[in-house]
């Protein structure tokens, strides 16, 4: 079974510009969710997706948006770039839950984006 | 607010000897707990996990403990290994959330001298 692959691995882009990271889960995992790893703050949680709709969302600006599509594949964008944005960014699905029990999530390789 | 707390950042550990990474939460809500294990520039890797309904689970080399009371969990790595040496991630979840969120702690660097 393939793992969770993210697209691309590496980016470099400049201040100001938008970028968009792929993800494809899993096959039969419908639920994906976004991280950021910066050094020294560990794994800051992005957003979850679930059958398309965003089910949670956390602390990030309005710059970071995200949206999942029919076959379970996301995208997450950032617009207006900024340095700070440089991070690992990690995307991991998750099987169907068993009886309300949360599952471990797999995650992809991540995409490393470098903002200059 | 660090929900979710690893408060060593690094430890070193012979090989053959114990490894104890210790892990906090103040999140009452949480009850699914997981240990990830990360190399650098890949994503992390599931070891272990644990629902609050136990307090020990054990797979091979790994133990992981749950003391509820005191909002504490371990993991326990014996014998250490040299390819143990990465940065382990606790993370814990809330199931009645209905969702899939996970709040992880900043990371224990694990050395295994040989």
């Known amino acids: 079974k393939a793992g969770v692959t993210q697209t691309p691995r590496y980016l470099i882009k400049t201040r100001g510009q938008q970028v968009t990271l792929s993800c494809s889960p899993i096959?039969?995992?419908?639920?994906v969710s976004w991280y950021q790893q910066t050094p020294g703050q560990g794994l800051q949680f992005l957003f979850e997706?679930?059958?398309?709709?965003?089910?949670n969302k956390g602390n990030f600006p309005g710059r970071f948006s995200g949206r999942q599509f029919s076959n379970s594949r996301s995208e997450m964008n950032v617009s207006t770039l900024e340095l700070g944005d440089s991070a690992l960014y990690l995307c991991a699905s998750s099987p169907p839950g068993v009886g309300g029990w949360n599952t471990e999530a797999f995650f992809g390789q991540g995409t490393r984006l470098t903002v200059v | 607010d660090q929900q979710v707390k690893q408060n060593s950042p690094s430890l070193s550990v012979q090989e053959g000897r114990i490894s104890i990474l210790n892990c906090d939460y103040t999140n009452s809500m949480f009850d699914y707990f997981l240990w990830y294990k990360k190399y650098p520039a890949e994503g992390p890797t599931f070891l272990i996990s644990?629902?609050?309904?136990?307090d020990k689970n054990e797979d091979g080399r790994f133990t992981v403990f749950l003391n509820k009371s005191a909002k504490h969990l371990s993991l326990h790595i014996v014998p250490s290994q040299p390819g143990d040496s990465a940065v382990y991630f606790c993370?814990?979840?809330?199931?009645?959330?209905?969702?899939?969120?996970?709040?992880f702690g900043t990371g224990t660097r694990l050395t295994i001298i040989p």
């Open positions: 997706y679930f059958s398309e709709t965003q089910r």
């Open positions: 993370a814990a979840s809330a199931s009645n959330f209905g969702n899939e969120k996970l709040t």
């Open positions: 096959s039969g995992h419908r639920s």
């Open positions: 644990i629902s609050s309904i136990k």
